[in-house]
C-alpha cells in the first residue's frame, strides 16, 4: 500500500515536472501533492487549505474539551462537541504538531456532533476543532500546555 | 504480519441515544521517532475508521499519525436497542480489524 502510493506520487510529480520544465516547478508539484492530504501539510495554514477550508468563524456553539495541563502528552484527551445543525463533518487541528492534521469524522446519518478522541501532542499548542454545518466552517479553540519532565505541574 | 490487533467496542443506550465507545490495540508511530541506531521507525497508524448501526454508516473518520496510541473513540448516534453496531478499521500497512456489538 505505502510502496503503490509512494511510486503514484513519485510519478505524479516528475510528469508534472518535467511537464513544466524546472526544478522549482516540481517544487510545486510537490505543494499540491501536500495539498491532496492534509495530513501530510506541516503547518496550520497549509492544512487548513489542503482540507479546503478558506475560512472559519469562530463559534461559541461548539465546545473544545480538553485539559488546561497535558500530564501526558502522549495521550491528550480531546472532545469537540457542537451545538450547531446539520453537522457533516467535524475536524480537529492541533496547530503546533508536526502534521497538525490530527483527524477528520465524517459525520453519517443520526449522529450527534460530538466527538471524543484521544491525541499526540509535541509541544504546548492551541486545539482547534472546526465543525461544517452547511456550507460553512465554524470553529473553537482551546489552549493545551504541556509539561515535560512528567511532573505534572 | 500476523500481529494482533484487539478491538473492543461497547454500545449503550439511553433516552434514544446511542453511545458507542472504542478502543483497537495499535502502536500508532508517527515516522517522526528513532529507535536507539538513529534510523527512522516508519509511520505504522490507523488511517480510516468505519462505524455502521444496522448497516447505515454513522461515522468515517480519517485520522492521522496525531491520534494516540491505542486510539479511543467515542461518539453518540440517535438510535435503539436491538441495533448491530459495526466498527471496522484499516491501518497504512492494509490490516484490517473490526468488532460488532447489538445495543441491549
Known amino acids: 500500500m505505502k510502496r503503490r502510493k509512494f511510486l503514484k506520487n513519485t510519478l505524479a510529480i516528475t510528469a508534472t515536472g518535467a511537464a513544466l520544465g524546472t526544478g522549482l516547478v516540481s517544487g510545486t508539484a510537490l505543494a499540491k501533492e501536500e495539498k491532496a492530504n492534509p495530513f501530510k501539510a506541516t503547518s496550520l495554514e497549509e492544512a487548513l487549505k489542503a482540507a479546503g477550508i478558506t475560512e472559519h468563524e469562530e463559534s461559541d456553539k461548539i465546545t473544545v474539551k480538553a485539559p488546561d495541563l497535558a500530564e501526558n502528552a502522549a495521550v491528550v484527551p480531546v472532545e469537540v462537541n457542537s451545538s450547531l445543525e446539520d453537522v457533516s463533518e467535524i475536524r480537529i487541528f492541533i496547530a503546533e504538531n508536526p502534521t497538525p492534521h490530527a483527524a477528520n469524522f465524517a459525520m453519517g446519518e443520526g449522529s450527534e456532533a460530538i466527538v471524543k478522541c484521544r491525541f499526540k501532542m509535541g509541544k504546548s499548542s492551541d486545539v482547534i476543532g472546526v465543525v461544517k454545518s452547511g456550507d460553512k466552517y465554524y470553529s473553537a479553540k482551546k489552549a493545551v500546555k504541556v509539561t515535560k519532565g512528567g511532573c505534572g505541574g | ?104
Not at chain 2, 465507545?21 to 515516522?31: E, F, N, Q, R
Not at chain 2, 436491538?82 to 441491549?104: I, M, P, Y
Open chain 2, 1 to 104: 504480519m500476523a500481529k494482533k490487533f484487539k478491538t473492543r467496542l461497547k454500545v449503550k443506550e439511553k433516552d434514544g441515544r446511542v453511545n458507542v465507545k472504542a478502543i483497537v490495540s495499535h502502536p500508532m508511530l508517527t515516522g517522526l521517532t528513532k529507535d536507539k541506531k538513529g534510523n527512522k521507525i516508519p509511520e505504522f497508524f490507523i488511517q480510516e475508521v468505519v462505524i455502521t448501526a444496522n448497516d447505515t454508516v454513522i461515522m468515517t473518520a480519517n485520522w492521522g499519525p496525531a491520534v494516540s496510541k491505542d486510539p479511543y473513540i467515542s461518539l453518540d448516534y440517535a438510535g435503539k436497542s436491538g441495533d448491530v453496531v459495526k466498527l471496522a478499521w484499516t491501518d497504512n500497512q492494509d490490516n484490517k480489524g473490526e468488532a460488532e456489538k447489538k445495543v441491549k
